[in-house]
């Protein structure tokens, strides 16, 4: 009989406060989380609806740099602005209803114009893990983002990746000798009946694969040789009698299914080769990332065996428990053992290149083999080299008549429009007609600047006109969550970052994704 | 200082800019005007089903958009995990009733709106969401077989599951409902039970067998399984611990035994924030005409980059809950189909999802109760039926029968067509 069953674990509060989100992001990640500082910079709707989606879920700190007053208008279209706050620092009101969210999370604020610290204090920026900007004018965020790409805030950095509905990593084409011990004890065609039924789709699929390999001289490569295979593992249900509907039995058709999905598939993929064969991988320096020395010693691994560490996890399959758990423990065991040689020769690595040992964790190594299938680096590019190029081709986005990108050039052209004359386009009633002719040679002037030919259609600026600089809230509230889930990503190193440009028109619904 | 109330007041020069100002992408019948925006704060009245993640982010955005006569009904009281999103609620709350939390929260912070919150019994999401679907159905007014438009109810309708959301405009009677596109919902897969009880894998199966089979046996408390009971999760892990033991298998944790008897979906605030407010932005459309609406289904996905994608949901010309025809059901041998089998279908099918449904029929001019599980008296009386064949019950070719369930304010009727023409009638 087994031990007696280990009681209950105590659950913290955090724990059972987090619990919806940890289950998305893990422990791991929401430490990484709580360990992030953000500054917002300029607390609008769209500002505060942003640190929301943060505070929330439990950042570390935030900080609010905002010089403004509460006005009327900002009431109306901000949740974290009081009623009577109308006249008191814009920075001071939000850090404190933002802070009514989370006791948690530290919050503070500068009532200062972020032009007065670039002023002052420039490098004061570069203290926080992300800093976000809303409705920051051209001036002031051209010389911060140069800044910020320099000190590396917040956008180089190397990410991991959650898999969606990823292909089970079998490693039957070339199984490592404990796997390939145990599957050539089992031969398919001396079980019975009962057995037959219960053993795994994986030990049915190397059955077949060796016998194609005996007769072909190698593994199945195109469908037609393919279809060969998945024949071969028909026959092999009920030595090829039918049941009595015509019924192919449950594990057979899974072992039919893996033959697509799991043979065949690259020993390492391209965009992870790409990846092992990068600079910032093999000219490893002593400021070099954990990511990138873990990468070295992954490297050595793959030029040793030819092939990623064993993902070390199986889906499940029709099967008993005991053939189930044997395979799953040799998996586990094989990727366990493939962590720890990467985790030691990882630590050699850092000493040699003079870094601390305490860098890297054996926890991190595990989850980085663990995803090494779908490690990706997400390198974002600094917002002045994109408002300072002169070499960007809009026009063959423009050739559609109805491509978001028409909405970058006019949100360009209504930031030049607000340098220009200090205020938004049609902001008064009286103005809105005037400040379309203006706009559209604001923006002509730009697209001729970008050599493009297109021209944007005037029913586009007159809307934009017809806004006046209005901030609807359900707008606002839709591109915060967007913003802090992409913030969050960047913070956890979980999931894929958007890339770069993300264009949300409401009126459609519609929207696109651009690389600018 | 201007009154809050007051639509003058330059708190909503925002929402006045829209309002009040012709542009070339309204609606075609948009007239701008001072009057939009009383109507919205003074008459137009919202319903909001559910005051929890998606609920706390659309009383917000609504009240923030200058609506004032917002109704909210839920029927949960707050949680501590509920707090990672939940915004309108503090520790202090837990155990409060969340409408009625909610409702106060945003009162207090937006001066002039005035949130009602009802108490009130619901049912699972998806189940409730038809329920309304059916009850706004219900209240549409034909007149020769002529929709009057005027009777229309709008039903913006919003989902969340993860990363993952969706929203969408429903007219009522004129667009894609709930039901029409009921397949998008399938039901929640559930584990065999001879894998459960036989041939344990995963440490999920270890828990089920706990829930499922141990648990009603050994009855521990003597009562019904309460997930939401720390006693009762703490059972349910031990013992599945022991059985994950006896099975070698590992990977048990007791989030993840919560996660399974509870049926937790993970959540987070972003994805609530988004939904709610596509979904805010669309009523703002529909009760202002400013532009045209969506039209009329909008999935998102931010786990990588960020994705939507916005397409018109079809509504079904034979659907069971909008189109104002019987649905018809193909029967290849109604000598052997027995009143069980159509049940089960009725259970069973991605397409009616049923809970519990009550058939009855007219045959021969008198009204006749085939099956009806939910009084205990009829139930006894029609058990019998089950086993018997559509024939067996008199129910020849062409025959309708009247289906009563959880998922439907009103009754649905169903044809059936035998697929067998030259059965012989006694």
């Known amino acids: ?516 | 200082m201007a009154d809050a109330q007051d639509p003058l007041n330059k708190r909503w020069d925002h929402l006045r800019k829209i309002l009040e100002r012709p542009g070339p992408f309204c609606h075609p019948e948009f007239e701008p005007s001072s009057e939009i925006l009383d109507f919205i704060m003074t008459s137009c009245k919202i319903l909001v089903i559910g005051a929890g993640g998606l609920g706390c982010e659309l009383l917000k955005d609504l009240a923030l958009m200058g609506f004032k006569q917002i109704h909210v009904i839920d029927m949960d009281v707050i949680e501590l995990s509920n707090l990672n999103r939940q915004f309108l609620f503090r520790h202090k709350d837990i155990g409060a009733s969340k409408a009625e939390v909610a409702a106060a929260f945003i009162n207090k912070r937006i001066v002039g709106c005035q949130v009602t919150p009802h108490f009130f019994c619901g049912l699972d999401s998806i189940v409730a969401r038809r329920w309304i679907n059916g009850m706004l159905i219900s209240l549409l007014n034909y007149e020769d077989s002529v929709l009057d438009q005027s009777s229309i109810i709008p039903l913006v309708d919003g989902g969340t599951e993860g990363f993952k959301g969706n929203a969408r405009v429903i007219l009522p009677g004129l667009s894609a409902c709930i039901d029409c596109t009921l397949d998008l919902y399938p039901p929640q897969v559930t584990y065999p039970l001879c894998t459960i009880a036989n041939t344990p894998r995963l440490p999920e199966h270890c828990i089920e067998y706990v829930k499922v089979i141990q648990w009603p046996k050994e009855n521990p408390w003597g009562s019904q399984l309460d997930g939401d009971d720390p006693q009762h999760i703490g059972w349910i892990y031990e013992k599945s611990m022991e059985r994950a033991l006896q099975f070698n298998i590992t990977g048990l944790t007791y989030r993840l035994v919560q996660g399974v008897v509870k049926n937790i979906i993970p959540a987070v605030a972003s994805t609530n924030a988004v939904i709610a407010a596509l979904c805010a932005t669309e009523v703002f459309k529909l009760a202002t005409s400013c532009c045209v609406p969506m039209n009329n289904y909008m999935v998102f996905n931010d786990v990588d980059g960020i994705y939507t994608y916005t397409y018109e949901a079809e509504k079904k010309d034979n659907c069971l809950a909008c189109s104002q025809i019987p649905y018809t059901i193909p029967i290849k041998d109604p000598s052997k189909y027995k009143l069980k089998d159509l049940i089960e279908l009725l259970c069973e099918s991605a397409s009616f999802q049923m809970k519990n449904p009550g058939l009855t029929t007219v045959i021969d001019g008198k009204n006749k109760t085939l099956y009806m599980s939910t009084i205990k008296s009829i139930e006894e009386r029609t058990r019998e039926n089950l086993t018997k064949s559509l024939l067996d019950l008199g129910l020849t070719d062409n025959s309708e029968v009247m289906v009563a369930d959880l998922t439907s304010p009103s009754t649905m009727v169903l044809k059936l067509k035998y697929l067998v023409n030259d059965v012989e009638m006694e």
């Open chain 1, 1 to 516: 009989m087994s031990s007696p069953a280990p009681k209950s674990p105590e659950q913290s509060e955090k724990s059972k406060k987090y619990d919806r989100q940890l289950r998305l992001w893990g422990d791991h990640g929401q430490k990484l989380l709580e360990n992030a500082k953000v500054c917002l910079i300029n607390a609008t709707a769209l500002g505060t609806e942003i640190l929301k989606s943060l505070v929330l879920p439990g950042i570390g700190a935030f900080t609010i740099v905002d010089g403004e007053k509460v006005t009327e208008q900002d009431i109306g279209s901000n949740f974290f602005l009081e009623n009577d706050s109308v006249g008191l620092s814009r920075a001071k009101v939000a850090t404190s209803c933002l802070l009514e969210l989370n006791p948690d999370v530290h919050g503070d604020y500068i009532d200062e114009s972020p032009e007065h610290i670039m002023a002052h204090t420039q490098a004061f920026f570069n203290n926080f893990s992300v800093v976000i900007a809303t409705s920051l004018p051209e001036k002031i965020l051209l010389p911060l983002s140069k800044q910020l790409w320099e000190a590396n805030v917040p956008l180089i950095v190397g990410r991991k990746v959650h898999p969606d509905n990823e292909n089970p990593d079998l490693r039957l084409e070339d199984p490592w000798p404990s796997l390939k011990d145990h599957l050539n004890n089992i031969d398919i065609l001396k079980l019975d009946k009962k057995e037959r039924s219960h053993v795994p789709a994986l030990a049915i699929l190397y059955y077949y694969l060796e016998k194609f390999k005996k007769d072909h001289g190698g593994i199945p490569i195109t469908q037609f040789e393919k279809d060969i295979l998945r024949n071969l593992i028909k026959g092999g249900n009920c030595f090829g009698e039918e049941d009595e509907d015509g019924n192919t039995e449950e594990n057979f058709q899974e072992a039919i299914h893996y033959v697509n999905t799991c043979i065949g598939q690259f020993k390492v993929p391209p965009q992870i080769q790409a990846l092992l064969d990068d600079d910032r991988c093999t000219n490893l320096t002593q400021e070099s990332s954990s990511f990138w020395v873990m990468c070295a010693a992954l490297r050595e691994l793959v030029q040793n065996e030819g092939s990623l560490p064993v993902r070390g996890s199986l889906p499940d399959m029709a099967a008993d428990t005991v053939n189930y758990v044997a395979l799953q423990q040799l998996y586990q065991k094989q990727a366990q053992l493939q962590a720890e040689a990467i985790y030691r020769r990882a630590l050699q690595i850092a000493r040699n290149l003079g870094q601390a040992p305490d860098t890297i964790s054996e926890q991190e190594v595990k989850l980085f083999c663990k995803h090494a299938s779908e490690l990706y680096v997400a390198s974002g590019s600094c917002i002045a080299d994109e408002y300072q190029s002169t070499a960007f081709d809009i026009s063959s986005y423009l050739e559609d008549p109805d491509s978001l990108m028409l909405y970058y050039a006019i949100i360009r052209g209504l930031e030049r429009f607000i340098s220009e004359f200090n205020t938004n386009p049609g902001q008064f009633d009286d103005q809105v007609e005037p400040d379309v002719l203006k706009l559209k040679g604001i923006i002509g002037k730009l697209l001729a600047e970008w050599g493009c030919g297109q021209a944007i259609r005037d029913e586009r600026i007159h809307e934009i006109c017809r806004y006046g600089g209005a901030e609807l809230h359900s707008v606002s509230a839709m591109l915060g969550g967007c913003a802090a889930h992409e913030i969050i990503k960047l913070i956890t190193h979980q999931y894929k970052p958007l890339n770069n440009t993300f264009i949300y028109d409401a009126i459609t619904t519609n929207s696109a994704t651009f690389v600018l």
